[in-house]
């Protein structure tokens, strides 16, 4: 800001001097007093603002919990428990230093969400949402494996593709017994790939069983940065397009756009939508793949609520890859969202699913942020196909079931990927005769 020049300021003229001081002093003492009134109060209340900025961010949480306890708490539970074994932890454990109030609070917090008993919701602190929004936008430091509770085991919902987890020899359906030494027993989904998670370089030891009768095995696998494409295309012989779609993410609209443009441009005589290994995602995001497909306001999955009422998701419009031949590989990594879109193409188009029985993750979740930073995963509804099956548990078995063996897995082999190229030549051979 500029200054002004001091001559611009103007004094009182000559014979105004002294009764003007007489006023001043008047004034000026009623003004101190004021004054100094003023300073005392708001500096007290600086001090007591200043004092409460440093009390730990969880004792002010404590502090509201306990205000609003009255109010809030349910009339079929009694939380003084809660409370009672808080202060007990907090006055009388051994280990002042080991009383971490955030991990407290956390945990508490957690510990309620698992006794639900179901293993897609979940409590995530501020560091593992922010790590849950990087997996999401395709790029994080790990081995590259969606995990879950399956039958209250740790297990491996998928490998992707190209990843240290997938060239370590890592399988949709592998149990995850141990993580380096640590026995996953009663460990959390989140808790697991916490530990799984690492800095690119480093090493993890997962002890796998492959086979409920069959022998543990430890693999070692060097983490590195993954960065997920979701949507990947190639042509094969008889201009078939194969559109491998490893993830239901953020860029997985605009990538899978991009692919159907160009299977359109070329004049693609099929399409093979390879969903294997897809752990799932945005249930909205395979809506919009689906309404590529099928016509405008066909039903492409219903939601059912905890009341019984449904809401449905229909086609948007748009649907440029109507008509051509296609055919729907899937198998046990293909979850969710995978689920949601190819139980949608073959109940709305008769598509074919090839390959082996689905995961079985039939459930809605909701992301709720909360309060510092953390967040809460929680189910909010179960899913059915058009055709009103549902699939918790039980998967989607596919229309032609072929399995891969473990030598077809190390010689390169797939025989999944033949079967549906057959499947649309015999289809397109069959279209030509009768054009």
């Not at 949480?61 to 409370?83: A, C, R, T, Y």
């Not at 692919?259 to 294997?276: F, M, P, Q, T, Y």
């Not at 497909?293 to 109507?322: C, H, M, Q, W």
């Not at 949601?340 to 008769?350: C, E, N, P, Q, Y």
């Amino acid at each position: 800001m500029t200054q002004r020049p001091m001559n611009d300021i103007k004094l009182p003229e000559e014979k105004n001097i002294e009764p003007a001081r007489s006023s001043f002093r008047k004034h000026f003492r009623f003004f101190l007093v004021i004054a100094l009134l003023c300073v005392s109060f708001y500096g007290g209340v600086f001090y007591s603002q200043h004092k409460s900025a440093k009390t730990n961010k969880t004792d002010i949480i404590q502090n509201l919990l306990l205000e609003s306890h009255d109010k809030n708490q349910p009339g079929d539970v009694d939380s003084d428990l809660f409370w009672e074994a808080w202060n007990l932890v907090t006055e009388k454990y051994v280990d002042p230093s080991k009383v971490d109030k955030n991990k407290m609070l956390y945990g508490a917090i957690s510990g309620m969400v698992k006794s639900l008993g179901d293993p897609f919701s979940s409590f995530m602190s501020p560091e593992e949402s922010d790590q849950f929004s990087a997996d999401m936008q395709g790029t994080f430091e790990g081995i590259g494996t969606e995990i879950s509770m399956k039958n209250d085991i740790l297990t491996v919902i998928a490998p992707i593709g190209g990843t240290p987890a997938d060239q370590a020899g890592l399988k949709a359906g592998d149990m995850i017994l141990k993580i380096d030494d640590t026995v996953t027993t009663d460990m959390s989904v989140d808790e697991a790939v916490s530990k799984i998670r690492g800095p690119k370089g480093t090493e993890v030891r997962l002890t796998i069983l492959r086979e409920k009768n069959g022998s543990p095995k430890e693999i070692a696998i060097v983490r590195d940065t993954i960065n997920v494409k979701s949507v990947k295309i190639e042509f094969k012989e008889n201009n078939i397009a194969v559109i491998k779609i490893s993830k239901f993410g953020d860029d997985t609209s605009f990538e899978f756009n991009k692919a159907a443009n160009e299977i359109v441009n070329r004049k693609a005589s099929g399409i093979i939508v390879d969903l294997r290994n897809n752990p799932g995602g945005y249930l909205e995001t395979s809506v919009e793949i689906a309404s590529k497909f099928v016509p405008k306001d066909a039903l492409v999955v219903a939601e059912e609520n905890r009341g019984g009422s449904r809401t449905e998701y229909k086609a948007e419009g748009g649907d440029i890859l109507k008509g051509i031949p296609l055919v729907i590989l899937v198998n046990g990594g293909s979850a969710s969202a995978s689920e949601i879109l190819s139980g949608a193409l073959r109940d709305d188009l008769g598509a074919k699913l090839v390959g082996a029985k689905t995961f079985g993750k039939g459930s809605v979740q909701q992301l709720e942020k909360m309060s510092g930073g953390s967040s809460l995963r929680i189910t909010i509804a179960r899913w059915l196909t058009p055709k009103g099956d549902y699939i918790m548990e039980k998967g989607i078995e596919p229309d032609i079931n072929v399995d891969i063996s473990e030598e077809d897995y190390n010689s390169g082999r797939d025989p999944q990927m033949d079967k549906a190229l057959e499947i649309l030549k015999e289809e397109i051979s069959a279209l030509s005769k009768n054009s």
